[in-house]
């Protein structure tokens, strides 16, 4: 199942679990996890992207390491709420992994990567440590949304 509505997502989880945010870029895929009770999101692994098997085989590996029972992932849409061609990337990155057997909801990220990015300005990381991090501190960004939608829906 791949949707864009909180509701239907939660649903299809009625127990909660671990959840997966994913930003998708051209370059690499930011990842997050929250906890069962979905109350944070911790940002984790950053994948190089390469061969579309390669990138699937370490989400794969990531999944079953926490157990995870649903994949959030960030829909890049334009200011004025309407679709892009990167939307129609994430659109196409999780229809190729419908496979994996998890629901996946399709989550506006907007602001993700200015949000995180405010964050670790903040907090004084440097422009280096910042280039590290910033794809999973996106992806941590708009898990935290999902699951702040998801508790108070």
């Known amino acids: 199942m791949i949707t864009t509505s909180a509701p239907e997502f939660r649903d299809a989880l009625p127990d909660g679990g671990v959840l997966i945010g994913l930003d998708v870029g051209s370059k690499t895929i930011g990842t997050a996890f929250c906890d069962a009770g979905w109350s944070f999101a911790s940002p984790a692994d950053l994948i190089l992207r390469s061969k579309f098997a390669n990138d699937k085989t370490a989400l794969q590996a990531a999944i079953a390491k926490r157990a ?21 990337s994430s659109r196409a990155f999780a229809r190729n992994i419908i496979d994996l057997g998890l629901p996946i909801l399709l989550w506006d990220e907007r602001w993700s990567t200015a949000a995180a990015e405010r964050a670790m300005i903040e907090a004084d990381l440097s422009r280096a440590k910042r280039a590290e991090r910033i794809d999973s501190a996106a992806a941590a960004h708009i898990l935290q949304g999902a699951i702040d939608a998801l508790t108070s829906s």
């Open 68 to 88: 995870t029972a649903g994949i959030i992932i960030g829909l890049p849409l334009n200011m004025d709420g309407s679709e892009s061609p990167r939307s129609q």
